[in-house]
């Protein structure tokens, strides 16, 4: 099995076993012609989130199968957006390095795999007014835990 930029992950159903430096490992205890759930712990990894956690494989007699998890690895925020005097409305789509997050009550939203200083986009319609751009940046002295910040989306 493979993560991205998840090295020392925990392979959840599978004693004694992680990733190594690549973000490889290998799960001994598969049973043959049986669905297998291959599941990963990042409990203990403050810098990286995987959003699927569980895979399902069914391996053949002497197969050796490749199951594939995509991390994000980077510091996580819980983020309050706001556009003029106002918070962005709930249900807004939030636009970062490629991947979508819903804007919650109060113009709140949390968001994975943040490094440095990195952009936003939030939309909530089809016009101009309802789109704004904002970045947001991690402290470098940042340790574990969750940033809580507020982004002025222009």
């Avoid at 050796?64 to 995509?70: E, G, P, Q, S």
């Avoid at 390095?97 to 968001?111: A, F, W």
């Avoid at 016009?127 to 809580?148: D, F, R, Y």
Wanted: glycine share 12%; hydrophobic share 35%.
């Amino acid at each position: 099995m493979h993560i991205t930029d998840g090295d020392n992950v925990k392979i959840q159903n599978s004693r004694g076993v992680y990733t190594d430096y690549w973000g490889n490992a290998i799960v001994p205890t598969l049973t043959n012609y049986r669905r297998n759930t291959i599941t990963v712990n990042t409990q203990g990894r403050d810098d990286i989130d995987i959003q699927d956690a569980s895979l399902d494989v069914v391996p053949t007699k002497g197969a050796v199968l490749k199951a594939d998890f995509t991390a994000r690895s980077g510091k996580r925020a819980l983020l309050t957006l706001k556009h003029g005097q106002s918070v962005v409305p709930f249900g807004a789509l939030l636009s970062m390095d490629g991947t979508t997050s819903i804007v919650g009550d109060d113009g709140e939203v949390y968001v994975t795999g943040l490094k440095g200083t990195q952009r936003i986009e939030v939309q909530w319609g089809n016009t101009a007014q309802t789109k704004c751009t904002g970045s947001v940046s991690v402290p470098e002295n940042m340790g574990t835990g969750i940033l809580s910040a507020t982004v002025n989306c222009q």
